[in-house]
């Protein structure tokens, strides 16, 4: 393991066992037996180790699912589904942490260690709607399109969020939950619902002119 | 460690049947048409049912009535579009009561829903909980898309090694999902049937452990092994092979039988010497469970039973009822031939059910009596020769429309209150099925009455 894995690694374990960072980057490194240096070297403040953490965490599971002999033929939608079931899989390893760290958080609050995590999830739910869009799944919406990766993000923030509420056997609401939340997502960017409900709004909003 | 859990589900079966007996001195239900079928050959006719399944059999013989067979349809639009728990349920309340099929089918149209089916990438989540394995890990081939839906999951086809399996997966979480059902249909049930929740508690009870035994696929596969292999040397009857490296609780492998669903089969034009071969596989089936092995399938829907070279396939055990010999004796001594012409006797069968209560007044008790002897002079006369044709349309129409009488009475008298046995509801429910699903194949069957039914008392 290099030094960026250990730290990574070892960075964890305290949030596991404490369920706060470390303290200090000197006590951190001596328990460690790295020297500072080493560390600033790799990582500016702990908020960068946690936030590759966080963004480890995405990668991963982007790359598992997108190497799944089944993945060219999926839909948008199916891609998404896998991501969301992989991820909730996934993060068994990591609840402990994740009920430090998010559990308390609002799904829209953004703190600045979720900042890469949120990136990737972002890049990722592009290159899927993009896929979408191809195979019509996603009706094109001009600049209205550019909110989607922003809601399926906020999508994902509930689906940790009730993952981490869920008491069930395996999870099993978690899937339910998945399952349908994604099923009305895309029902509802597939068709124009959201435009005529925008036009409709922009044709009675206040602020048209001369008012 | 799965052994033990089955044992323990096992276990529960067997403790619940007993319960229903030590309840049965201070039954229980239902309104007094209800007793009218039950008082027969134990099975109990659901108007809507019965047109549900049984409408082409009156229909082609009668030349229907215009507004039955609306009604029919209406019914039988509704029962299609149920699903997972709504279906269960409506599909049992329905059997179990003499109702008027409209108020009944529109207050449930309004409850019910119909889940989409599962998505591919949930598939392969279950199998990845269950197995540890994604479905092309297991099989060389697995379809994405569903080849059919089943009430609480949905059926996949696969293959490996050039043989076909069908692959059951379980919607997740649907245990939790029936129970909320339940709870949200009972009041609507309760009000359009015109109930007491205290008349039907046991009732409603047993149905919701019958449901939720279905959920638990290892209790399917542990049945379907111990029925089939007790009934293997029954003529013209199959069973499929099912998978235990492959199932678990949520997901459930048997072989692929390549035949046409019962209702399918009747409908098409099979010969009339190829319809008896079926209906009479159909019928011995029954018979072996009931009175040998006093376990039985008590889901007789036609998409459960396959066609195949004219041999009739049996699936899925979700719901299997075992019979306790005491419930067992009270039940089925209304097959007895002599039992209707001899009022001392009949009024005691009757008082062992609770069909007939202490408390009844002589008027009471005359009326109950006299709907109990026609239902069991009509429904008993399938047992009673050597041999029976469910091709004749008389006979359904005639059930139905003793259903439709003993509904109005109902009706118009108040003679409701806790008679009956909770024990009872699947008995109903699997012979009113043998009967509906022989009509449709109208098929002429060999009867043997059990020798002890004879000779009782």
Redesign the interface.
């Known amino acids: 393991m290099d030094t960026r894995a250990r730290i990574i690694s070892a960075f964890c374990d305290s949030l596991r066992e404490h369920g706060r960072p470390p303290e200090t980057v000197f006590a951190f490194c001596k328990q460690l037996e790295i020297t500072e240096r080493e560390f600033f070297q790799e990582f500016a403040s702990f908020d960068a180790v946690e936030s590759s953490y966080w963004e480890q965490l995405v990668d991963q599971v982007v790359c598992a699912v997108e190497a799944g002999p089944e993945w060219p033929e999926f839909t948008a939608k199916q891609r998404l589904l896998s991501f969301l079931y992989a991820f909730c899989e996934a993060s068994l390893d990591h609840r402990s942490v994740m009920l430090a760290r998010i559990a308390e958080l609002g799904p829209l609050e953004k703190p600045a260690f979720l900042k890469g995590f949120e990136s990737r999830f972002k890049a990722f739910a592009k290159s899927v709607l993009d896929h979408g869009a191809a195979l019509g799944e996603v009706a094109p919406r001009g600049r209205l399109s550019a909110i989607y990766p922003d809601a399926l993000y906020t999508h994902f923030r509930g689906v940790i969020d009730f993952s981490l509420k869920d008491d069930s056997r395996g999870y099993e609401r978690t899937d339910a939950f998945i399952e349908k939340s994604v099923a009305v997502a895309f029902d509802l960017i597939r068709t124009q619902v959201v435009d005529s409900a925008l036009d409709l709004a922009r044709f009675l909003a206040p602020w048209r002119e001369g008012s | 460690m799965k052994g033990g859990a089955q044992e323990v589900a096992k276990e529960g079966v067997k403790q619940d049947a007993q319960q229903g007996v030590g309840e049965q001195d201070s039954i229980e239900t239902t309104r007094f048409s209800r007793v009218a079928a039950m008082a027969g050959t134990g099975m109990r006719v659901g108007v809507n049912y019965l047109k549900h399944y049984g409408k082409r059999a009156i229909g082609a013989a009668s030349g229907a009535d215009e507004l039955q067979e609306a009604n029919a349809s209406a019914v039988y639009e509704t029962f299609s579009r149920l699903k997972g728990g709504p279906l269960k349920l409506a599909q049992m309340l329905s059997i179990d009561r003499n109702l008027l099929p409209p108020a009944y089918a529109n207050q449930f149209a309004k409850a019910q829903y119909s889940a989409?089916p599962?998505?591919?990438?949930?598939v392969?989540?279950?199998f990845?909980?269950e197995f540890n394995r994604?479905p092309?890990q297991i099989f060389d081939s697995f379809s994405?898309h569903a080849a059919h839906g089943a009430s609480i999951g949905q059926v996949h086809r696969a293959s490996k090694d050039g043989a076909e399996y069908a692959v059951k997966v379980q919607?997740?979480?649907v245990a939790?999902?029936l129970r909320t059902d339940i709870r949200v249909l009972k009041p609507i049930a309760l009000s359009v049937l015109g109930l007491k929740e205290h008349d039907v508690a046991d009732y409603l009870r047993e149905i919701e452990t019958r449901l939720l035994e279905e959920t638990d696929y290892s209790l399917e596969l542990l049945r379907s092994q111990e029925l089939s292999s007790k009934s293997a040397h029954l003529k013209h009857v199959r069973f499929v092979k099912y998978y235990p490296e492959w199932s678990t609780s949520r997901i459930l492998s048997m072989d692929w039988v390549d035949g046409v669903t019962l209702d399918k089969y009747a409908d098409g034009n099979a010969s009339q010497l190829e319809r008896d071969q079926v209906g009479q596989a159909l019928w011995d089936f029954y018979e072996h469970q009931v009175h040998t092995l006093r376990v039985f399938h008590a889901d007789p829907h036609p998409g459960n039973f396959l066609v195949k070279d004219g041999e009739l396939w049996v699936l899925d055990f979700g719901c299997t009822k075992e019979l306790d010999e005491v419930f067992y004796r009270k039940q089925f001594r209304f097959l007895d031939p002599t039992l209707a012409d001899n009022p001392s006797r009949l009024e005691a069968a009757l008082v062992s059910l609770d069909i007939l209560l202490p408390e009844d007044d002589p008027e009471k008790k005359a009326r109950i009596v006299a709907v109990c002897e026609r239902s069991i002079r009509l429904l008993g006369l399938p047992f009673w020769g050597d041999s029976f044709d469910f091709g004749d349309p008389n006979f359904m129409r005639a059930i139905y429309e003793m259903g439709e009488a003993n509904a109005r009475e109902q009706q118009s008298r108040d003679l409701s209150g806790r008679r009956g046995s909770a024990d009872s509801v699947y008995v109903h429910r699997a012979y009113f099925g043998l009967y509906s699903l022989l009509s449709r194949l109208r098929a002429r069957v060999r009867v043997c009455l059990p020798g002890w039914v004879r000779g009782v008392e």
């Not at chain 2, 599962?118 to 949930?122: I, N, T």
Request: a positive charge.
């Open positions: 989409p599962l998505s591919y990438p949930l392969v989540r279950t990845r909980r994604e092309l994405k919607y997740p979480g939790d999902s």
